[in-house]
């Protein structure tokens, strides 16, 4: 397993963060509590979870959080914990929840259910374009300053104000994210009948990354699988259809999964190996979330965290000339 640190931070993170939005719900406890063991078995130290998640689920909200406390208190201290507060209320996506009163709220919920003094990469889940920047940046300054929060980041943020963000950081000496949290997989996504309030990476967000070296963790780092399916001639369910197979994104999300084959076929390299590699060589730091509900899907994805494409490899699975713009590939 590889290892890097987050450039701004003393986190020293694995190449794969795992995500546990289903463990504790979707999964089992028991199966959760042994795919956590595998995962830091394998090297693995870096989890992924939201103060929100299962509330969709008889589970219930927070228990993602509260397994992982779980385990944290029987089996190990030395883990990097990622939690997101501040979603919208799952009945009123359109309202947002960046008031002192909610932030604080939901830190002080993940506190509680991980059972730990601070939360090592607290991410805003979702933003609310109406608050100012200065506004919440100002919240989350008081929390790191309180101990409860150690470094901070967003997720679904478009990059427009993720730039002012840390912009104000700058004039007033913040520390500001070390972290964006965007959909992005090799796949090409379509979100026009999803959550709105969802950002996915782009030309612009990648040219940011670029620019301030910030990194990016991706969720759906594997396209919930689309790729591995294509090759197997497994069914896409509605919901992988509606964001990957659909008519704006299928040509050339099927023109990739049969890039993906070819070269992986030329490498020796799995479908896995390639969509994550895929993530794992870009020209700025990626920690990719993975997403395995199952042993052997976090065994093939583990088969990943130390490949490395090349910059043809990349650009061959893009689909575009070495001297192609960015722009012509960006994704949502
Ligand atoms: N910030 C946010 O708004 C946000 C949103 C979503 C997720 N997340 C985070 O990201 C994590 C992962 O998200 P995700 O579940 O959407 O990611 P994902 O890994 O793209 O999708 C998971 C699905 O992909 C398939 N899969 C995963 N590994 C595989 C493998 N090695 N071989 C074959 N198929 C494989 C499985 O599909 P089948 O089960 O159908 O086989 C699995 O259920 C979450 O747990 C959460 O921590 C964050």
Not at 38 to 45: K, L, M, S
Not at 183 to 195: F, N, P
């Amino acid at each position: 397993m590889r290892y890097l640190t987050l450039p701004r931070t003393d986190l020293r993170v694995s190449a794969l963060c795992l995500g546990a939005g289903d463990l504790g719900a979707g999964v089992s406890e028991s199966d959760s509590l042994a795919l956590l063991d595998q995962f830091f078995d394998a090297g693995g130290n870096f989890l992924d979870t939201a103060a929100i998640y299962a509330a969709w689920t008889s589970a219930g909200k927070g228990s993602s959080e509260r397994l992982i406390g779980k385990w944290l208190a029987s089996r190990r201290k030395d883990a990097v914990i990622g939690t997101k507060g501040g979603h919208p209320e799952l009945t009123s996506m359109n309202v947002g929840r960046l008031s002192q009163r909610e932030i604080e709220a939901d830190v002080a919920d993940s506190l509680k259910n991980l059972g730990v003094e601070a939360l090592d990469l607290w991410y805003f889940h979702r933003d609310d374009p109406a608050v100012p920047v200065e506004e919440v940046l100002d919240i989350m300054e008081a929390l790191v300053a309180a101990g409860k929060i150690r470094y901070y980041g967003c997720s679904n943020w478009k990059t427009a104000r993720m730039r002012e963000f840390q912009d104000a950081a700058q004039v007033r000496g913040a520390r500001g994210f070390v972290a964006n949290q965007p959909l992005w997989s090799l796949a090409q996504s379509d979100l026009s009948s999803s959550d709105p309030t969802l950002a996915a990476m782009n030309a612009a967000m990648r040219d940011f990354h670029l620019e301030s070296g910030l990194a990016a963790l991706p969720y759906s780092s594997q396209a919930n699988g689309f790729f591995q399916k294509i090759a197997e001639n497994r069914p896409l369910s509605r919901g992988i259809t509606a964001t990957y197979d659909s008519e704006a994104v299928r040509a050339v999300n099927r023109a990739r999964a049969a890039q993906v084959e070819n070269l992986g076929a030329q490498s020796g390299l799995s479908v896995t190996q390639m969509v994550l590699g895929y993530l794992l060589s870009q020209p700025f730091p990626v920690v990719p979330i993975i997403g395995p509900k199952t042993a052997a899907q976090l065994q093939d994805s583990l088969n990943a965290s130390d490949v490395k494409l090349s910059a043809e490899q990349v650009a061959a699975l893009e689909r575009r000339e070495m001297t192609g713009s960015l722009s012509a590939c960006g994704e949502g």
